[in-house]
């Protein structure tokens, strides 16, 4: 019988535990990543099927962008059994900390311009733009802090934030590690989003009215977009065939139907996944558009979340590496002559 809930992680020992993740993996993570031997073998990988072994080979040795999870509003499941699937996967744990009092989840009652104001942040330090990932109002916050970006030309601009400070900053611009040129925040994208079992009933239980028409629209401001949802799903409000979502433009949709059995509360808990080694392989070689049986396993509640948001991941991954890549090598062959801004700092494997 597949388990509904998984225990909650100690925080103290999850913060603990990635505290010497982040120190042992500081050398070799920097001095690979600059090698000409890992930028070849990474601009050899298809990001759009990405083995087990190229993530652990080459991938964990190049940064990654840090994944913003943001909780259901009654969060009896929390974001926790995600985040520890990922990790388990091979997804670097210094880019899975979330900002506020949880390391392991973020809440969904949070301001989407501060979001998109951390999204900045991240992404004049780091070179990529954070991952967002919601489950049930999480998804709803990660869909409005897509509209939040796509808004150019807005009169109230969004300021950056600083997560570590917990503050917003005095601009609304920052400086693109990549161009050096200044920019607002209202024209960034985002290479992966995903929102995971969100429903109009709960905006309008919740008076959350202003995102209704727009919950199922998906702007330009993501390159691709995953969307989950359950048939009759009562909490979120969803008959026998969900609304589904639409791009308004170039962003890549792709809307995930669950089978009925699937628990709108228990989503997140996908970390037996990683520990069982049939469910495993079966999440490593998914691809999204290749049809294959399901594995044979004690457990495997969940999996096709787990499958789709890993092959996501990785892509983003893979894409925003290679970006990465090719700006370094152009650095490398014209140094650049403006001065960065103060509060821009130098992207380090212990972050």
Same mark, same amino acid.
């Given at each position: ?16 535990? *990635? ?39 080459? *991938?964990?040795?190049?940064? $990654?962008? /840090? ?48 979001? @998109?104001?951390?999204?900045?942040? /991240? ?23 897509? /509209? +939040? ?12 934030? !600083? ?7 005095? #601009? ?29 009933? &709960? ?11 727009? *919950? ?23 008959? $026998?065939? &969900? ?10 949709? #792709? !809307? ?11 989503? &997140?808990?996908? +970390? /037996? ?32 979340? =787990? ?5 996501? *991941?990785?892509? @983003? ?14 650095? =490398?062959?014209?140094? &650049? ?15």
């Amino acid at each position: 019988m597949a388990r509904l809930l998984a225990p909650p992680l100690d925080a103290q020992r999850f913060a603990g535990a *990635l505290a010497c993740v982040m120190v042992l993996s500081f050398v070799p993570a920097a001095a690979s990543a600059t090698s000409d031997d890992g930028v070849r073998a990474l601009s050899s990988l298809d990001c759009s099927n990405v083995p087990a072994r190229s993530v652990a080979d080459i *991938l964990a040795h190049f940064r $990654a962008p /840090h994944v913003i999870a943001l909780q259901g509003s009654v969060p009896i499941v929390t974001m926790a059994p995600l985040v520890a699937f990922l990790a388990a996967m091979g997804y670097p744990q210094a880019q899975l900390v979330q900002a506020g009092p949880d390391p392991r989840s973020r809440s969904s009652f949070v301001d989407s311009r501060r979001i @998109a104001g951390e999204l900045a942040w /991240h992404y004049e330090r780091d070179g990529l733009m954070p991952v967002l990932i919601g489950h049930s109002q999480g998804g709803m916050v990660v869909v409005k802090v897509l /509209h +939040e970006l796509a808004a150019e030309g807005s009169p109230s601009p969004i300021a950056v934030w !600083n997560p570590e400070s917990d503050a917003p900053q005095s #601009r609304t611009t920052i400086t693109d590690p990549h161009t050096g040129e200044r920019r607002g925040l209202a024209s960034l994208k985002v290479d992966f989003a995903s929102a995971m079992v969100t429903g109009s009933l &709960p905006r309008i239980v919740l008076g959350q009215w202003g995102m209704i028409s727009l *919950l199922r629209e998906v702007p330009d401001s993501v390159r691709e977009f995953t969307g989950f949802a359950i048939p009759w799903d009562l909490i979120a409000g969803t008959g $026998a065939e &969900p609304a589904p979502y639409r791009s308004m433009g170039t962003a890549r949709v #792709r !809307n995930v139907v669950l089978p009925a059995s699937y628990s709108h509360v228990a989503l &997140p808990r996908t +970390e /037996h996944l990683a520990s069982q080694p049939s469910t495993r392989a079966w999440i490593d070689a998914f691809r999204p558009d290749v049809e294959s049986q399901l594995p044979q396993a004690d457990d495997t509640s969940n999996l096709l979340v =787990a499958a789709h948001l890993w092959h996501g *991941l990785k892509r @983003a991954w893979c894409e925003g590496a290679k970006r990465i890549a090719a700006r370094d090598r152009a650095s =490398a062959a014209t140094p &650049p002559s403006r001065q960065p801004d103060m509060d821009v700092r130098p992207w380090r494997a212990t972050r």
